[in-house]
T-cell receptor, first 115, second 110 residues
Framework: SQELEQSPQSLIVQEGKNLTINCTSSKTLYGLYWYKQKYGEGLIFLMM?????EEKSHEKITAKLDEKKQQSSLHITASQPSHAGIYLC???????????????FGKGTRLHILP | DADVTQTPRNRITKTGKRIMLECSQT?????MYWYRQDPGLGLRLIYYSFDVKDINKGEISDGYSVSRQAQAKFSLSLESAIPNQTALYFCATSRGGTQYFGPGTRLLVL
């Protein structure tokens, strides 16, 4: 079965610094989603990547999907306290693509921003 | 108003009690999902529904049941709650691909 591994599990950075979170799949990714969760709250959809080499940005957050479609990275530039939270990647399950939209999730990366 | 709402937001119950968590959506999506989130385990799928007449088990459905009362409503029941069902529960909806999540229900089973 497909698994998603996120690294690091936890990250503490000084405000203003850049950071990167990685999501690696054991199988080819057909759809890769990034979500942000504030501690104890719901998930907020950030962006979705489908094509190898694709890159999307939203404000200061950029996500890329590598050419082989087995790894995605999320990069935050000039981090702010509002970026703190848990970042989860999710992936379409290959055998379920176009059938039932099931997504598997990584275990998340906890991001803390120090003022 | 939020597109996906969950009630209650927090609940404390005792072992053996039956409890229902409710989810409503105004997005007009056919597909709805229930997940639980546990520290260190991430999100795990409990049940999902394509439409009112189509309900499917996820990876951890034991001890849970669901009801899709209408396109907009999907309820999760714990028939006889046990302490290891203490978790954060999320409802989600989708039309195709991207899933949109509710704010979550924090459940504590004593």
């Amino acid at each position: 079965s497909q698994e998603l591994e996120q690294s690091p599990q936890s990250l503490i950075v000084q405000e203003g610094k850049n950071l990167t979170i990685n999501c690696t799949s054991s199988k080819t990714l057909y759809g890769l989603y990034w979500y942000k969760q504030k501690y104890g709250e719901g998930l907020i959809f950030l962006m979705m990547l489908q094509k190898g080499g694709e890159e999307k940005s939203h404000e200061k957050i950029t996500a890329k999907l590598d050419e082989k479609k087995q790894q995605s990275s999320l990069h935050i530039t000039a981090s702010q306290p509002s970026h703190a939270g848990i970042y989860l990647c999710g992936a379409d399950i290959p055998e379920q693509v176009n059938r039932d939209d099931k997504i598997i999730f990584g275990k998340g990366t906890r991001l803390h921003i120090l003022p | 108003d939020a597109d996906v709402t969950q009630t209650p937001r927090n609940r404390i119950t005792k072992t053996g009690k039956r409890i229902m968590l409710e989810c409503s959506q105004t997005k007009g999506h056919d597909r709805m999902y229930w997940y639980r989130q546990d520290p260190g385990l991430g999100l795990r799928l409990i049940y999902y529904s394509f439409d009112v007449k189509d309900i499917n088990k996820g990876e951890i459905s034991d001890g849970y049941s669901v009801s899709r009362q209408a396109q907009a409503k999907f309820s999760l029941s714990l028939e006889s709650a046990i302490p290891n069902q203490t978790a954060l529960y999320f409802c989600a909806t989708s039309r195709g691909g991207t899933q949109y999540f509710g704010p979550g229900t924090r459940l504590l089973v004593l």
